[in-house]
């Protein structure tokens, strides 16, 4: 983590590329087993009573859970929809404000079809019929 937030201009392309990818994966990881655990925690399976005691009975059914198969692909991608507006919004800005860049910016292209496909569902408002009040 450390060699992606001040290796920059420092390591080479190719060391924070590999850093960025083993903290990506790390992060994966971490979002696995906290949703799986979780998931179980909600809805408990693979578990036998024994003694007054839980004790695991079949992992893979612990781990899979039924709500899991939900959660985590529903967080992965809200995460992912999160990010790329985020991207897309400072990108904007950055092309809005900079001097020279004639509100153009290459990054604002990559954070920009992921919010578009995702957009809200909801209906606007409608005025109620009948005469206008000023």
């Known amino acids: 983590m450390g060699i992606m937030l001040y290796g920059d201009g420092r390591v080479s392309e190719r060391r924070m590329s590999v850093a960025t ?6 992060t994966m990881m971490s979002t696995f087993w906290i949703l799986s655990a979780n998931s179980w ?3 408990p399976s693979g578990y036998s009573i ?3 005691v839980f004790t695991p009975s079949d992992w893979g059914a ?3 859970t039924q709500a899991f198969w939900w959660r985590f692909p529903h967080m ?3 995460v992912l929809i999160s990010t ?3 991207i897309a ?3 904007a800005h950055h092309g809005r404000t900079q001097p020279g860049t004639s509100g153009r910016c290459p990054v604002l292209p990559l954070g ?3 919010p578009a496909g995702s957009r809200s569902r909801r209906q606007p408002r409608r005025r109620p019929a009948g005469p206008v009040r000023a």
């Open 89 to 91: 919004g400072i990108a």
């Open 112 to 114: 920009s079809p992921v």
């Open 62 to 64: 612990a781990i899979f």
């Open 21 to 26: 990818s083993i903290v990506s994966v790390g």
């Open 41 to 43: 925690m909600q809805q």
């Open 50 to 52: 024994v003694d007054g």
């Open 76 to 78: 992965v991608l809200g």
């Open 84 to 86: 790329a507006r985020l």
